[in-house]
């Protein structure tokens, strides 16, 4: 019975197709015959939607923020969404947490250098007559890695792993199995569902290789004066805190002006590098490295930077993340002039916990008579 009534829609769709619609014969067959072709493609269009979210713009206006070249993002990713502030409640809880982890294991580090600083040096005397007993050869690779290594500066060794770390994340973009959990991790995108992590390791994450050879050139330039300035440990402390605070920087001025999109790069971190050097000396010489022959100060340069991120992020440029730079900036320039003072010399109370779990644990001495380094 089914059939016949199909059959006899048919003719009749047949009829008045001829007649009046033409070439719509098939259309209206398949409407009034009820088959259910269509039925499964409005399903899918609907799973479609469930999968990729709401959508306010259509997707050719994603807007995709690049700092050099940017991954294979979809469209839905990046679509204008509205301005919901209670989600950045939970990056606000995680860079304070995570800013003062790094500040204490920064401070029981330097602790645990200075302690073993004397055992290290007498390694280091043994191990040099060790080595001048045995024959080497003339051309031992482990000689002139060694030689290599001990001619850098502490901060140019200190940089050397960060350099590494995002040598390793730039390959894994080069994997295609992993380009999912690339984006979904290593791309901070206030977006997404994952707000927390990418946060700190979309600063070791560069999609670009020219974009990451110019972060890694300036770090790597700048990086004997900022240890110098604050030792390795406190330097680490800053650079990883300030991964994370221009990122959340970046969230709160893109959840406030809508346009959200996924941004990737360590400029932030180095900005507050750059930003910390040039506050602490300003009148040092810096000079771009296709023009040396044009110098400026340090502190121009700051306040040129400083300038063109905030024009950036007031007119909507796109190609860069300003408000990150923007926010690396002026966390480098309030560490130099009040954080160091409020953060880093109050650290006292912290080493001196450590110190008497330390001499009071298994094997510290039990005494406890000495205080801490």
Not at 164 to 189: D, E, G
Not at 247 to 270: D, E, N, Q
Not at 326 to 340: D, K, P, R, S, V
Request: contains cysteine; positive net charge; proline residues 5%.
């Amino acid at each position: 019975m089914a059939w016949r009534g199909c059959v006899l829609r048919w003719a009749r769709a047949d009829i008045i197709s001829t007649a009046t619609r033409g070439n719509r014969f098939t259309l209206n067959t398949q409407q009034r015959c009820g088959f259910r072709k269509a039925a499964k493609e409005t399903k899918t269009k609907k799973g479609v939607i469930e999968e990729t979210g709401p959508s306010h713009t259509e997707p050719n206006e994603g807007l995709i923020h690049k700092r050099g070249a940017s991954p294979p993002v979809e469209p839905s990713v990046a679509n204008t969404h509205p301005r919901r502030f209670g989600r950045l409640v939970k990056p606000l809880v995680f860079t304070i947490g995570f800013t003062a982890c790094s500040f204490g294991t920064a401070a029981i580090w330097q602790y645990e250098s200075l302690k073993s600083r004397v055992q290290s040096y007498f390694d280091e005397v043994r191990a040099e007559g060790l080595e001048k007993l045995r024959p080497q050869k003339q051309e031992d690779l482990r000689k002139w890695i060694n030689k290599w290594w001990n001619s850098l500066s502490e901060g140019q060794r200190t940089v050397t792993g960060i350099i590494a770390a995002n040598a390793v994340v730039f390959c894994c973009w080069r994997v295609p199995s992993l380009q999912r959990s690339m984006i979904k991790y290593f791309t901070s995108n206030p977006a997404s569902k994952t707000l927390c992590f990418p946060m700190l390791l979309s600063t070791f994450s560069h999609y670009s290789f020219f974009h990451m050879a110019a972060n890694m050139y300036v770090l790597w330039s700048f990086s004997s004066s900022i240890v110098s300035m604050l030792g390795r440990e406190q330097f680490m402390a800053v650079y990883m805190s300030a991964g994370v605070i221009s990122t959340l920087f970046s969230y709160v001025c893109k959840t406030a002006s809508g346009r959200l999109g996924p941004s990737l790069g360590a400029s932030g971190a180095i900005m507050t590098v750059l930003a910390a050097v040039c506050t602490k000396m300003p009148e040092a010489k810096l000079a771009i490295i296709f023009l040396p022959m044009y110098a400026f100060s340090a502190g121009n340069a700051l306040k040129a930077i400083v300038a063109m991120d905030t024009a950036g992020l007031v007119l909507g440029w796109r190609y860069f993340d300003h408000a990150a730079h923007l926010g690396g900036a002026i966390f480098g320039i309030w560490y130099i002039m009040y954080g160091h003072e409020l953060i880093w010399k109050n650290r006292e109370p912290l080493v001196k916990v450590w110190h008497d779990l330390r001499t009071k644990g298994p094997g510290g001495g039990g005494n406890g008579g000495s205080g801490p380094l």
